[in-house]
């Protein structure tokens, strides 16, 4: 085999959907207090908030049950748990703070928990149920995976440079890391990470063929790449000449078709600008969190605003700007702005998102991204490398830190109940 064959979903053959007998279990509608809050707003923005356990999203379990706008302009939210000592309730928290939080006109969200009762969790149970049997489309990307889109308004701000700096740092301290370049028509990781293996196909079962991504070690950790470039037959000075459509449809065989295994984090390398690739990623992918690279030209900044909001369009959170090409400092003290200075932390101001940091231009960067080997795990006391190491620390202590997994009382009960959490798990990921 010399390597899979991207199809459309449409070329596929048509299966047949088995309609259970029993109608579908809606979740209920939250109360609503106050004439000025957006509820399908909130609504959609939650839709990204996953329990894990559960593998679904907490609108459609019907765990929240109360929006507010208090006289403070705080915005509450009441949220359910299963228990009242739910393991996983900071872990909601956070992610509803975060989601709620990044939507224009809403400056501060505070979180309530309340416990289900009997019927509440009876009726949890039914639609836990319902998913793990539901045919939509499916990922092997577990739930428990923090997803990452790496975003710009335009190109040339070192967008692919960072995405494989922070994939090696990730890698470095122990995590499994998945990177997707979904710049199909630019294509960049295989190079960058010094990836020169093919993605290989082989069989599932049932006729349907599924992709390896290409994996390479790194420190304690593990890298797991799926790229155009990985392709056979693909060539690195050749054009892709592809519509919208069809480069979209590419990313989604990356999602659905691609047997990613345990992942803790996946990176997204996003084409740049505002495209049917963005829009499509807020669809099948509804949890990731955006962050969005700019240099601190006035120019790149203004670009980079219309790539936020056109995240925030798609219900999708953006976690912070990352300033990249910064003032560097030489070795006498001289700060040099050779792309100016500040445009990083006005992009921020102006979207209301934190600025996580900024890079300091460094020739070790595009050097060791042409040798494949990330100027961070090469040459880990350069200046770009020491900013690398902090911002990856941000990430995983404050921005997405790694979902850990401990069990609710409830999935006892639905594992005994027979339903297929894990298939429920990967496909919640795919809506």
């Known amino acids: 085999m010399t390597g899979p064959i991207l199809t459309s979903p449409d070329d596929r053959e048509d299966e047949t959907a088995t309609t259970p007998a029993d109608p579908k279990p809606e979740a209920p509608r939250p109360e609503v207090e106050g004439t000025d809050v957006d509820e399908a707003m909130i609504t959609n923005a939650l839709r990204g908030v996953i329990d894990p356990e559960l ?36 872990q909601l928290m956070r992610d509803a703070k975060a989601r709620v939080g990044s939507l224009p006109g809403i400056d501060a969200v505070k979180i309530h928990f309340g416990e289900m009762t009997s019927q509440e969790r009876s009726d949890v149970m039914a639609r836990a149920r319902w998913k793990a049997r539901d045919n939509a489309l499916e990922t092997d990307i577990p739930a428990t995976c923090r ?32 990177v997707l370049d979904a710049d199909v028509g630019g294509f960049s990781m295989p190079r960058l990470l010094g990836i020169d293996g093919q993605i290989e196909g082989q069989r599932a079962g049932e006729g349907k063929t599924v992709m390896k991504p290409v994996a390479r070690a790194v420190g304690a950790g593990m890298l797991r790449v799926v790229s155009m470039g990985s392709i056979a037959g693909s060539n690195e000075s050749e054009a892709i000449m592809w519509r919208g459509l069809m480069l979209n449809r590419a990313v989604q065989h990356f999602l659905e078709d691609v047997q990613w295994g345990s992942l803790d984090y996946l990176l997204i390398d996003m084409p740049p600008g505002t495209s049917d690739i963005q829009m499509g990623l807020a669809r099948m992918l509804p949890r990731t969190d955006v962050l969005i690279v700019t240099t601190p030209a006035t120019a790149a900044q203004q670009v980079a605003a219309r790539a936020a909001d056109m995240a925030r369009k798609g219900f999708l959170r953006v976690a912070g700007v990352i300033e990249n090409m910064g003032p560097s400092v030489g070795p006498d003290g001289t700060i040099t702005a050779v792309f100016g200075s500040g445009g990083g932390q006005a992009l921020a101001e102006a979207i209301g998102v934190p600025l996580l940091t900024s890079i300091p231009l460094d020739a070790g960067v595009a050097a060791g991204g042409d040798r494949g080997m990330p100027v961070a795990l090469e040459h880990p006391d350069a200046s770009a490398s020491a900013v690398f190491a902090e911002l990856v620390e941000t990430i995983v202590t404050d921005v997405a830190p790694p979902v850990e997994i401990a069990e609710c009382s409830l999935r006892g009960a639905l594992v005994r109940a027979g339903a297929d959490l894990e298939g429920a798990r990967r496909r919640a990921e795919g809506r």
């Open 55 to 90: 593998g679904d999203n907490v609108v459609d379990l019907g765990m929240v049950k109360r929006y507010e706008r208090g006289a403070d302009g705080v915005m509450h939210i009441t949220i359910s748990l299963t228990t009242a000592g739910c393991p996983l309730r900071a």
């Open 147 to 178: 997803i990452l889109a790496i975003s710009s308004g335009k190109g040339g701000v070192g967008k692919s440079s960072v995405t494989a700096n922070l994939a090696v740092l990730l890698a470095d301290r122990g995590y499994t890391v998945g």
